[in-house]
């Protein structure tokens, strides 16, 4: 079946640095979205890519697609203490038919002031 | 709109009891979805439904796991007997169309068993 990994598990950065998680699919991709889990709390929508080679961004966070759909990578600018959390993406297979979102295992970011 | 609700948020529970988790989808959803978090294995996608109907249950760990959705405002996820490895956050969450449409996560429900 389709999967889906994210690397790195796990970074710690200082506050003010760059942070960037990477996903790779094995298979292409029809959609990719991107989720944000606080601790404790529950994973929360950030953002959805469709078409090859697509960029987007919101204010610190930059989204990539890649050109042959089967990866993609968030950037965060300047880090800062509100973006600890765990970010997961999460991407639809091509040509799914019937089928549903495959979540990579997520990047724990933590950030120290 | 309330968005997914779940309850209980907390239960410990003692090995061999049964578990019933329970879930109200966002109104005019037409995909229901169970996950599973753990430090160990992340979040794994259980079962899912579609009007009401289930779809895959591919994820579900084994037998002892159980989910219904008899209308399209509610679902349980039912664990019986329970048994300590089954410790983890469940998310229920749901969907107007499946993948393609944002996933709207409820807050989980944190299962402790003892």
């Known amino acids: 079946g389709q999967q889906v990994m994210q690397i790195p598990q796990y970074q710690h950065v200082q506050e003010g640095e760059d942070f960037t998680t990477y996903c790779n699919s094995s298979t292409t991709l029809s959609n990719i979205q991107w989720y944000k889990q606080r601790p404790g709390g529950h994973p929360v929508f950030l953002i959805q890519?469709?078409?090859?080679?697509e960029v987007k961004k919101q204010k610190r966070l930059t989204f990539q697609f890649g050109e042959a759909k089967k990866n993609s990578s968030l950037h965060i600018t300047a880090t800062q203490t509100t973006d600890v959390g765990t970010y997961f993406c999460?991407?639809?297979?091509?040509?799914?038919?019937?089928?549903?979102?495959?979540f990579g295992k997520g990047t724990m970011l933590l950030v120290s002031p | 709109d309330a968005g997914v609700i779940q309850s209980p948020r907390h239960e410990v529970t003692e090995m061999g009891q049964e578990v019933t988790l329970r879930c109200k989808p966002i109104s005019g959803h037409d995909y229901l979805f169970w996950y599973r978090q753990t430090m160990m294995r992340g979040l794994e996608l259980l079962i899912y439904?579609?009007?009401?109907?289930?779809?895959?249950d591919s994820g579900m760990p084994e037998d002892r796991f159980s989910a219904k959705m008899p209308n399209a405002s509610f679902s349980t996820l039912k664990i019986q007997p329970s048994e300590p490895r089954d410790s983890a956050v469940y998310f229920c969450?749901?969907?107007?169309?499946?993948?393609?449409?944002?996933?709207?996560f409820g807050e989980g429900s944190w299962l402790t068993v003892v």
């Open positions: 439904f579609n009007n009401n109907v289930p779809i895959d």
């Open positions: 999460a991407g639809l297979p091509l040509n799914s038919g019937y089928s549903t979102l495959t």
């Open positions: 890519l469709v078409k090859s080679g």
């Open positions: 969450a749901s969907s107007f169309t499946a993948g393609g449409n944002t996933i709207y």
